[in-house]
């Protein structure tokens, strides 16, 4: 068999090339099943934390797009919700999201882990994208974690499933191999102008940024079941006239009046510890110091409300 590094250059194909003076322009969603690293990987490619990360299913919930530029191209990432079965109003939405971007864009990336199992999630997926004509690039993702056999051996069974424009394992993590991600997926995008500013890092409104942040530290903190019925609403983001402060009133919204005695902990300590944790992250991104006040609501069952689920901002269109 042939060594890892052998079959690494295989898969890429070689270099990008035959792109003269031009610039190249695209978008590129990412999929894959749950906590396959999708969201890690889109924060690392784009030098930038912008979708949430957890070991939880449904960390990624809506559609988040971000913006890659250099020299030679723009790729417009876009970071769905992990395909799978979905077992309510707000699943469906995940999942429509998730796989109706697949005839919309110039490349498709498919993550997904360093082993010879194939799953029902990932046969699932290459179903879907047997019927679309759009490049898949397939990415191993995880490297860091097994053998260099195991990672070959991985290669080969994927190549014997579907017909990959191209494969390549990286570490989203360590950021292994992802330059020569970056390189693959140029080769298959049109030559055009940029969508967006060269400075441009995603169009998510600062405000939903926000509230992603919070329930990231939620979903860390609490028990396996709870994060999965909470959402987070920003009630009032606005910065001081003097500057220098933002004031940020947050409620986050949950199924169960347990649920939220565990949310806000014995004599609030929970609440505090997430709005904490939550606070540093938000200031990392506005570059300001933070006055964070948090509330919690219960909605029951907002999961399976059409009006919830669009007031909470789970829109398809």
């Not at 020569?180 to 055009?192: Q, R, S």
């Not at 009032?236 to 199924?255: F, S």
Request: proline share 3%.
């Amino acid at each position: 068999m042939a060594s890892l590094d052998e079959m690494i250059n295989s898969a890429l194909g070689g270099s990008a090339g035959g792109q003269g003076d031009s610039f190249k322009s695209g978008f590129v969603t990412i999929i894959g099943r749950p906590n396959v690293g999708k969201s890690t990987l889109m924060n690392h490619l784009i030098g930038q934390k912008i979708a949430i990360t957890s070991s939880k299913a449904q960390t990624t919930r809506n559609r988040i797009q971000t913006v890659f530029t250099d020299e030679e191209a723009q790729i417009v990432f876009l970071d769905t919700p992990g395909i799978n079965k979905a077992k309510n109003k707000l699943g469906n939405y995940m999942v429509n999201v998730a796989t109706g971007t697949l005839s919309e864009v110039d490349v498709i990336l498919f993550i997904v882990e360093a082993s010879t199992f194939v799953g029902a999630g990932e046969r699932h997926i290459i179903e879907l994208l047997s019927k679309v004509k759009t490049p898949v690039i397939l990415v191993i993702n995880k490297i860091d974690t097994v053998e260099k056999q195991a990672v070959a051996e991985a290669i080969d069974t994927y190549k014997g499933l579907y017909d990959f424009a191209e494969i390549v394992p990286v570490s989203a993590l360590r950021s292994r191999n992802t330059d020569e991600l970056i390189t693959a997926i140029k080769k298959y995008l049109p030559y055009g102008p940029m969508f967006f500013d060269a400075d441009t890092v995603t169009d998510q409104p600062e405000r939903q940024i926000v509230a992603e942040l919070i329930r990231e530290q939620a979903l860390r903190m609490l028990d396996q079941e709870i994060p999965h019925g909470i959402a987070v609403v920003i009630d009032r983001m606005k910065q001081r006239e003097e500057g220098g402060l933002y004031d940020i009133d947050a409620t986050i919204v949950c199924e169960r009046d347990s649920h939220k005695g565990i949310i806000i902990g014995k004599q609030g300590a929970m609440l505090k510890k997430i709005g904490t944790k939550a606070r540093e992250s938000i200031e990392n991104l506005l570059g300001e110091r933070v006055n964070l006040k948090l509330w919690v609501k219960v909605k029951k069952d907002w999961r399976d409300s059409d009006t919830l689920l669009r007031n909470f901002g789970f829109r398809e269109e």
